[in-house]
């Protein structure tokens, strides 16, 4: 019995010595599974990071190591030579490489320099402020039918010390000037700090843009303090802003998805049975058993868009079809046949359609 309880007490601390040596468990950290591509961990990572964020978690003693890890996992399993090498021996390879540089700051990437307010104290609304820059995101329909994470890089000027000083923090100030016994001026002038010297420096900044699923044509994302810089103050926001490019196959209305169909005469008569490819690849099944008049709408539901507030909500399919009718001319035999099978009398009904 005592030699059991030896052996488990060994297989155990066998356990504890791997499982410090393989290091942190990554795929656990970000909730995914082994087999996610790079824009399932990057849009981990982006919904995550708003719940983590030791600003939003200030009575959690651990947020900030929580944070931490986040980040840690998001610089391995968004590199693809990191994740190989993490993959084949977990976290300690990694270090033993140098490869856990910790060299970038995923959060600003996302979010921008000063991540985003969670209360929205308004202490700094008298502070100068830089203007905002607003740019125009073209994508396409596929992107906000599946989502997509869009990498942009620019040049941001930032503000690095200088030498000497400068004036800084102007401002108008009522001044008395004495003219002489009992006669006096009020003034305004001009006041300033002395401030050490600053300079305007262009860095090199990569932004990871989330095209989330639903999203609409003109909505838009704030990147916090990567606008135009203030030098007495904060950087403006960078607004970048969704225009949906148009779309060969489909029309999108809110949620909904409207698209034609040309089919022949003969199918229109006697039914038919086809496929449409959807934005994402998967195919739609359309089958009619009956006489499709031009003009004719149906309806495939739940075949639209996915929903932005909700994405376990989408819209439907709107299918027009549209009939292609022969060139040839017919015979008289073929045209008598026809009159045999529809058995209808002529209708000239002159009426207004608009």
Not at 73 to 99: F, Q
Not at 115 to 143: C, N, T
Not at 261 to 285: N, R, W, Y
Not at 286 to 297: D, N
């Amino acid at each position: 019995m005592q030699l059991i309880k030896c052996l488990v007490i060994i297989q155990l601390s066998l356990l504890l010595v791997e499982e410090s040596l393989a290091g942190r468990d990554f795929y656990k950290i970000l909730n995914v599974k082994k087999s996610a591509n790079t824009n399932e961990v990057k849009k981990a990572y982006r919904r995550l990071a708003k719940e983590l964020h030791p600003d939003k978690n200030k009575d959690d003693p651990d947020a900030s190591t929580k944070f931490q890890d986040l980040g840690a996992a998001y610089e391995v399993l968004s590199n693809p030579d990191k994740r190989k090498t993490y993959d084949r021996c977990g976290e300690d390879c990694l270090k033993k490489e140098g490869m856990m540089d910790h060299g970038g700051d995923p959060f600003s990437s996302f979010f921008g320099d000063f991540g985003f307010h969670f209360g929205g104290d308004g202490q700094q609304q008298d502070a100068p402020r830089g203007a905002d820059i607003v740019m125009d995101l073209y994508v396409s329909l596929e992107e906000l039918y599946s989502g997509n994470f869009v990498e942009i890089v620019r040049n941001k000027p930032v503000t690095k010390p200088a030498s000497g000083t400068r004036k800084c923090n102007c401002r108008q100030e009522m001044v008395t000037r004495n003219l002489g016994p009992g006669r006096f001026q009020m003034i305004q002038q001009t006041v300033c700090d002395e401030c050490p010297n600053v300079k305007l420096v262009n860095e090199e900044r990569t932004l990871e843009i989330e095209v989330e699923q639903g999203m609409v044509d003109g909505q838009e994302t704030r990147f916090v303090a990567e606008g135009e810089p203030h030098i007495d103050g904060e950087p403006g926001d960078l607004i970048v802003r969704v225009q949906q490019m148009p779309h060969p196959r489909f029309l999108r209305k809110n949620d909904d998805l409207y698209t034609n169909v040309t089919i022949s005469l003969q199918d229109a008569l006697v039914g038919f049975s086809m496929e449409i490819k959807h934005l994402d690849g998967h195919l739609v099944p359309v089958t009619r058993e009956k006489v499709t008049w031009p003009g004719a709408r149906i309806r495939k539901k739940g075949e639209g868009m996915p929903n932005f507030e909700n994405n376990n909500l989408t819209g439907n399919l709107y299918i027009t079809f549209d009939v292609e009718f022969p060139k040839k001319d017919l015979t008289e035999e073929d045209k008598e046949a026809l009159k045999k099978i529809l058995d209808q009398s002529s209708i000239n009904r002159i009426y207004n359609g608009l």
